[in-house]
């Protein structure tokens, strides 16, 4: 055996010096020159007001970069595929490590996407039922809800040697449900919601949004197509006629000398309606397909997607379906049941799958569970499951507010994952608010001080001591704690919620108050947002806010997404006497040289696309005749260039006066959002920043119930206290506010809550508290009442 003679250390080599990410010079979006070195191995926190500069500094410098250097490692033909990323504004960036992003946009909203098939772990079952179930009916795809079951023969040509056409069949057994498509519901079209049936179509019977006027072309389709008389009201259809007129195979006919295709009504309404995301909508025809259409669970496969085949199959008694809608913490205890060494591998990925779900804290969920419909932060949790078991290291891991949509409860928990990546050796990079979290970090860089051109700057970097004694921002609010309201509102009456039963739901009976602050809490997955959006009746007077993403392209801005720029337009062409489409970047009004974008693409492929500022427009996004209209001295791109406070100003008083403008504007700074400028383009905005975008929006609908789900998402320690400011005024204008919230410094301040539990899933969907914060305080029989209790120092 060879033995080591030299006891002196080993020379330090080089390699070893790269212990640093080194960022200098950054400008992207709003930051200013920003310059940091953030240590390898160690978790460090980002943190800073909303709009200060986290995310750019993070994701999209980097992240970004990083993803960037990546994809050129792959051949030029490989990158075609590949998303092109365009080199972050930034001097010298060095250091960098693979990066992972863990972000919270959410996944999906396809109908056939569930989180089994998004983690991989239906794929896996698939294969076992393939293997173990009895009867044994075919392969995997034979258990796939997205697969269809397909059969085809014929005569094919096989091109080899001497041709010669030979007769084939084939045959695939897939796990689709013919009726409903894997989709587990059917719609039914409510055909009274399309047309009146005593008028004729020259009588205007269509009440479809768009379909009213006789010049519309879809409109003219029907009434001169041949197949009915327009002239004769539709309940006096032969069957012949009405059954052209709603299930009409597609035909091409001529009307007015022009070619079109003729289509019955019902599979027209489908493709143009039913075939789209519903929340992608406009809200006047999002309302018109909840009015006509009614969604109803598939009565042939029972809502659970699969043939009647790939149902029958089972294991120890227990089909695809059933392992599918069993809770995830039963599903793995039923995994580790099975004892079969033919497939013991596959046994333990499995396992292994499901376990990072409950070690994660999502072991209330089901795999059927649709994954359009999980939380943003159950999207970002989701998506860590296939980072917990892997042994890479040296990575850089991403991760965007993790503690979202969390507990205090589950927040310790979070805590020890992070911790567990960075003791594996990898780079742990943390956007985060909550001081439970920051309390951990290794390093922290605060940035700030303010929020958009009064942010983008280092207040700070060092350990949790040294900003706590610093005079940033985030410094002076790290150990803020809200104090137990002493007195609390009366309410003025009360919605009753009786029976409720939405998903884990059990028969719950509770009345939630009218007039006030009422707080629902309880640990992710108990069943609070079943209780608030599943149960308390949408109706005119319900106005809900949930966190849903905002649709919109680099054109919609803050002015176009609020309808602030309408007025605006308005007053522009009435004091110019000209038209209001004029004044619109994405109408007359836009610059021909860039089409009203502002910037010029070059499309290079493979290569990062460049955007250059338009020569012709100046960036200005009109053309040169337009600025020369004004409205009170200014010209809409001056407008536009505004931020919000400015403008409340300008159009607040004098000749610049719009009383509808100014209304918006108030709304926007009542949500902090005073900084902003009015032409931002909304793809640049920050998850908290969009948020409060939409409350600024809803905050315009009459109603007499806000219902809002997680307020506080996005919002650093300082803004907590100007959004409970905003609900005090809400409630205190006659408007009663149910918030579904974990921030303890709003359960503080409500005048009721209402606490769901005890525990996730099927150990939850009980009420196990109601009442005043400070009764929740005293009794500290629940979690919340414990966590709740330690934040007040009580």
């Known amino acids: 055996m060879a033995t080591r003679t030299d006891t002196r250390a080993p020379a330090p080599q080089a390699s070893d010096s790269h212990d640093l990410i080194r960022v200098h010079g950054a400008r992207v979006n709003n930051l200013k020159d920003v310059s940091v070195e953030i240590p390898k191995r160690r978790l460090t926190v980002f943190t800073g007001v909303s709009g200060s500069g986290k995310s750019s500094l993070v994701f999209s410098t980097i992240a970004a970069e990083s993803q960037r250097m990546i994809n050129e490692t792959y051949s030029a033909f490989v990158q075609g595929f590949m998303p092109t990323l365009a080199r972050p504004e930034v001097d010298v960036l060095e250091g960098l490590t693979t990066a992972i992003i863990v972000d919270q946009q959410r996944l999906g909203a396809d109908p056939r996407s569930t989180v089994g098939t998004v983690t991989d772990a239906n794929a896996m079952l698939r294969i076992l039922f393939s293997r173990l179930g009895e009867p044994h009916i075919g392969p995997p795809g034979a258990y796939a809800f997205n697969v269809p079951s397909v059969r085809a023969s014929g005569a094919i040509t096989v091109e080899r040697g001497n041709k010669k056409t030979v007769k084939a069949t084939f045959d695939r057994t897939g796990g689709m449900c013919p009726r409903c498509e894997g989709r587990g519901t059917v719609s ?412 010029v693409y070059s499309d290079l492929a493979m290569m990062a696309g460049v955007a250059s500022t338009c020569d012709e427009c100046e960036g200005k996004r009109f053309q040169s005749a337009v600025l020369e209209y004004r409205f009170a001295g200014r010209d809409i791109s001056e407008v536009l260039a505004m931020s919000v406070t400015e403008a409340e100003e300008f159009f607040g008083t004098g000749e610049g006066r719009i009383p509808a403008a100014h209304r918006v504007l108030g709304r926007l700074s009542d949500v902090g959002l005073g900084y902003l400028s009015l032409g931002q383009p909304l793809t640049t905005l920050s998850g908290g920043e969009r948020q409060r975008l939409k409350l600024a929006t809803h905050m315009a609908e009459k109603g007499g119930v806000y219902v809002l789900d997680e307020p506080t998402a996005g919002l650093h320690l300082a803004d907590v206290q100007q959004l409970l400011g905003l609900l005090d005024r809400i409630v205190d204008s006659g408007t009663s506010v149910v918030v579904v919230e974990h921030h303890q410094a709003v359960m503080a301040h409500a005048d009721w809550i209402i606490d769901l539990g005890p525990g996730a899933g099927h150990d939850g969907g009980r009420i196990v508290f109601e009442g005043t914060p400070a009764d929740l305080v005293a009794g500290r029989a629940t979690l919340t009442g414990e966590h709740l209790a330690a934040y007040v120092g009580a």
């Open 188 to 599: 039914d079209i409510d055909l009274t919601q399309l047309y009146d049936d005593s008028k004729s179509l020259s009588e205007g019977a269509f009440t479809i949004p768009g379909w009213k006027s006789d010049s519309q072309w879809t409109v003219q389709l029907y009434a001169q197509s041949g197949f009915v008389d327009p002239d004769k009201p539709i309940r006096r259809y032969t069957r012949k006629e009405l059954q052209d007129f709603l299930y009409g195979e597609p035909v091409k006919v001529k009307v007015n000398g022009v070619n079109l295709t003729y289509e019955g009504l019902i599979p027209k309404i489908q493709k143009s309606f039913l075939s789209k995301d519903k929340e992608a909508m406009q809200p006047h025809i999002r309302a018109f397909v909840e009015r006509a259409v009614t969604f109803t669970t598939c009565p042939e496969c029972e809502g659970t997607r699969l043939s009647e085949g790939a149902r029958s199959s089972k294991i120890d008694r227990v089909s695809i379906a059933d392992a599918c809608a069993m809770q995830i913490s039963d599903l793995a205890a039923w995994v580790r049941g099975l004892d079969e060494p033919s497939v013991a591998p596959l046994l333990t990925a499995l396992g292994g799958t499901l376990d990072s779900f409950v070690e994660i804290g999502l072991g209330y969920l089901s795999l059927d569970r649709p994954s359009g419909t999980l939380s943003g932060g159950e999207a970002q949790r989701v998506k860590m499951i296939r980072h917990l078991g892997s042994s890479l290291t040296d990575v850089t891991y991403v991760f965007d507010e993790p503690t979202i949509g969390l507990h205090p409860h589950d927040i310790q928990r979070m805590n020890g994952l992070l911790l567990r990546l960075r003791d594996k050796g990898n780079t742990v990079l943390v956007v985060e608010h909550k001081p439970e979290t920051i309390v951990i970090a290794d390093h922290i860089v605060d940035l700030g001080p303010g929020a958009g051109t009064a942010g983008g700057t280092v207040c700070f970097e060092g350990t949790v001591e040294g900003l706590r004694a610093g005079d940033t921002v985030t410094g002076r609010h790290f150990d803020d704690r809200a104090a137990v309201k002493k007195t609390v509102r009366e309410p003025t009456g009360v919605l009753e919620i009786r029976g409720a039963h939405t998903h884990n739901l059990r028969d719950v009976d509770v009345d939630v108050p009218l007039g006030v602050l009422t707080v629902v809490t309880g640990v992710a997955g108990s069943g609070k947002s079943s209780l608030v959006h599943g149960s308390i009746p949408p109706g005119e007077n319900v106005v809900s806010v949930d966190q849903g993403a905002i649709r919109g392209s680099r054109r919609s801005n803050p002015a176009t997404y609020t309808g602030l720029l309408d007025p605006i337009r308005k007053a522009f062409a009435k004091a110019n006497d000209v038209k209001p489409a004029l004044f619109s970047a994405n109408s007359e009004g836009a610059c021909p040289g860039c089409n009203g974008a502002g910037v």
